[in-house]
């Protein structure tokens, strides 16, 4: 981990935050149900914000392109985007403000999509407020993040698979066309498992060993 300059050390805000937040449409998936641009509004209100907007899809090339535009422009330090998963498009964002020469853990993810507009459609109101609210606590995060850095750790390629049933002989095969060596481990005198005790098996009819 670095960065204890910029953080103030233990656990402290950083004493010149420049925050900016991406809201984005998605399409209709986030602008069908609620103004993206009343969020962005909010949002430029709350501490450390210098600059917040809504962008139609953050992800595509002109929303990335847009982020890194403006870390160099309004000298950001931190970016915050109110989009959808960050199991989906997290490492996208991170690309781009490390493009632009932020460290990529300084960017913080909202989902306002899947956890809100997906979920509220049916009462656009509350999921404004709610859009709001997951952006503010993204913002908050953002407030306490440090710079870390890529470590890379050395793994070796061998596995144990323990169990010789169906489930542990195709776990073994799957980690062997990956090029693991692997090693099948199991307690019973012969594998198969409860398949082994099985006469005939659906549909071929056929003998389980």
Same mark, same amino acid.
């Given at each position: 981990?670095?960065?204890?300059?910029? $953080?103030?050390?233990?656990? $402290?805000?950083?004493?010149? =935050?420049?925050?900016?937040?991406?809201?984005?449409?998605?399409? $209709?998936?986030?602008?069908?149900?609620?103004?993206?641009?009343?969020?962005?509004?909010?949002?430029?209100?709350?501490?450390?914000?210098?600059?917040?907007?809504? &962008?139609?899809?953050?992800?595509?090339?002109?929303?990335?392109?847009?982020?890194?535009?403006?870390? #160099?422009?309004?000298?950001?330090?931190?970016?915050?985007?109110?989009?959808?998963?960050?199991?989906?498009? #997290?490492?996208?964002?991170?690309?781009?403000?490390? #493009?632009?020469? !932020?460290?990529?853990? =300084?960017?913080?993810?909202?989902?306002?999509? #899947?956890?809100?507009?997906?979920?509220?459609?049916?009462?656009?109101?509350?999921?404004?407020?709610?859009?709001?609210? !997951? &952006?503010?606590?993204?913002?908050?995060?953002?407030?306490?993040?440090?710079? =870390?850095?890529?470590?890379?750790?050395?793994?070796?390629?061998?596995?144990?698979?323990?169990?010789?049933?169906?489930?542990?002989?195709?776990?073994? =095969?799957? !980690?062997?066309?990956?090029?693991?060596?692997?090693?099948?481990?199991?307690?019973?005198?012969?594998?198969?498992?409860?398949?082994?005790? !099985?006469?005939?098996?659906?549909?071929?009819?056929?003998?389980?060993?």
């Amino acid at each position: 981990m670095a960065g204890d300059k910029e $953080s103030g050390g233990n656990g $402290s805000k950083p004493k010149d =935050l420049r925050i900016g937040v991406y809201i984005c449409h998605c399409g $209709s998936n986030i602008a069908g149900v609620i103004p993206p641009a009343a969020v962005a509004e909010y949002a430029a209100t709350l501490p450390g914000v210098v600059r917040a907007t809504d &962008t139609l899809y953050a992800c595509a090339d002109s929303g990335q392109n847009l982020i890194k535009e403006e870390i #160099e422009k309004y000298n950001l330090n931190r970016v915050v985007v109110s989009a959808c998963s960050p199991k989906m498009h #997290e490492p996208t964002f991170r690309a781009a403000v490390a #493009e632009a020469g !932020l460290n990529p853990f =300084l960017m913080e993810m909202a989902n306002i999509r #899947e956890q809100c507009t997906w979920a509220h459609g049916h009462d656009p109101e509350g999921a404004l407020k709610k859009a709001k609210d !997951l &952006t503010a606590s993204a913002v908050a995060k953002a407030s306490f993040l440090t710079p =870390l850095d890529m470590i890379h750790v050395p793994v070796t390629h061998r596995a144990m698979v323990i169990g010789g049933g169906v489930s542990g002989i195709s776990a073994a =095969l799957d !980690l062997g066309d990956q090029g693991i060596e692997t090693v099948l481990v199991e307690k019973q005198p012969t594998i198969g498992g409860v398949m082994a005790q !099985l006469n005939k098996t659906f549909p071929s009819m056929d003998c389980s060993i």
